[in-house]
């Protein structure tokens, strides 16, 4: 009972009376009841309840709240020990248990986090917000999306995953990721991860596709950027950066990417809830994982194509959005461009900030790479609406940036004050009467 009452303390997204059930080893559904009744049952309760809330706050006041005088590796621990109940129903854990209701797993909890949950009943819309989710979740999208869609597919079920191995897994990819990146970072992972959900879901891939077709999917697309530095391959190289050398300068983060995800796998667990004649490869780049399973050969192929799609699609998305990622990206290769300027490197392509502005590079971004790739997806997914809506966002977006490219100055603001809207286009058919609600 001493190590539970103690255990209660690291537990703050349990309500008070839910700490009570604990202290006093109330079976869970008694537990539950204490939640959903008015929690000042008793005196003894409500005292108790009190000093676990005041000793809680003490913690988050002393250690959390006092930059400078805690190491701030353990203060970060710490925080995302706290900041993992948030969206981890500290409750479940302790029991251990599957929620009752199949589709529904219930990790966001009800206050403070239930705007998220209400975004995710949408999540396989092609506007949703991955910004405003990431706020909501406090910064744990990636997790909290990953969980939720693992639920939504089945896979946890199918797989019969174990929660705290699947939660230690993506809590080390969301960890990896580098926040301070302006693009390639955690929130980046989740968006190209709820892009490819939403092509999984397109009718030719989807009646194809197995369970283990699906998590590889999703999978990859988390994991697929983990640990980037934030600079590209040649400048690790001219750097002599320690990955160049570790991958002698040969698909450096491709291959990094690729061995951390199998590192975390095998550290976490998980590796072995996963079916036995999966096999890795080493080979580089590749989809996570290699099966026995030839006849799945042409759809594994499909697969990467939908993830390289799901991590270009920003120009696809509707302009609020896309012109977010845009900036972003920018930011970060103007980093590298100032970090080349500073060590007297030559500068990279679309890294010099006043060479290369934002309009021009997303332009050249956008005919080159972006437009070819969509057009040929949108000729394998026909007929699909989402492919037509995603079109549509290209193109109008593609002419914005091209008004913008000519006004340099408005440009370069953060507002875009004189720009407007290109001339009206074609919508694609049934866009506004709830279509793009339709992956
Ligand atoms: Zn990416």
């Not at 914005?400 to 603001?413: C, D, I, V």
Request: charged letters at 20%; proline letters at 6%; glycine letters at 4%.
């Amino acid at each position: 009972m001493l190590p539970l009452f103690f255990l209660s303390f690291f537990l703050p997204s349990l309500s008070l009376p839910q700490r009570c059930g604990i202290l006093f080893l109330l079976p869970i559904d008694k537990q539950r009841k204490l939640h959903d009744s008015p929690f000042l049952l008793c005196p003894v309760l409500f005292l108790l309840s009190l000093l676990l809330y005041i000793f809680d706050h003490l913690i988050f006041y002393f250690i959390l709240a006092r930059p400078g005088e805690v190491e701030s590796g353990t203060r970060r621990k710490l925080k995302r020990l706290l900041s993992f109940q948030r969206y981890c129903h500290a409750s479940r854990l302790l029991r251990g248990l599957m929620p009752h209701t199949p589709g529904s797993l219930h990790l966001l909890d009800d206050d403070y986090l239930g705007q998220a949950a209400h975004m995710l009943s949408k999540v396989d819309t092609w506007t949703f917000d991955i910004f405003l989710f990431d706020r909501l979740t406090n910064g744990n999208s990636l997790v909290t999306l990953m969980c939720h869609l693992f639920n939504a597919c089945g896979l946890i079920h199918h797989f019969q995953l174990d929660m705290v191995k699947l939660h230690r897994f993506l809590g080390m990819v969301q960890e990896d990721y580098h926040s301070h990146n302006p693009y390639h970072n955690s929130v980046h992972a989740a968006d190209v991860t709820q892009a490819m959900y939403c092509y999984l879901k397109e009718t030719k891939l989807a009646e194809q596709l197995t369970p283990l077709d699906v998590l590889l999917g999703l999978m990859a697309a988390a994991a697929h950027d983990v640990d980037h530095p934030g600079v590209n391959q040649p400048f690790l190289i001219k750097t002599r950066h320690h990955l160049a050398s570790l991958y002698q300068n040969t698909s450096v983060l491709e291959s990094h990417h690729w061995r951390s995800t199998v590192g975390m796998l095998r550290e976490s667990g998980l590796l072995s809830h996963l079916p036995a004649d999966v096999s890795f490869t080493p080979e580089k780049d590749e989809l996570l994982i290699k099966t026995s399973f030839t006849h799945q050969t042409t759809y594994r192929a499909t697969l990467k194509i939908a993830l390289k799609c799901a991590d270009v699609c920003n120009p696809c998305r509707e302009w609020e959005l896309s012109k977010q990622w845009s900036e972003r990206v920018c930011e970060e290769f103007y980093r590298q461009g100032d970090l080349e300027r500073k060590f007297n490197l030559e500068i990279s392509p679309l890294c010099d900030q006043q060479m290369d502005s934002v309009p021009s590079i997303q332009i050249g971004f956008i005919s080159y790479i972006v437009e070819p790739l969509f057009e040929e997806w949108q000729r394998f997914t026909e007929p699909s609406m989402l492919s037509r809506i995603m079109m549509g966002h290209l193109h109008k977006n593609k002419a914005r940036w091209s008004r913008l490219r000519y006004e340099p100055t408005t440009a370069e603001t953060e507002n875009y004050p004189h720009a407007e809207e290109p001339e009206p286009e074609p919508e694609p058919e049934g866009e506004h009467d709830g279509a793009e609600d339709i992956p």
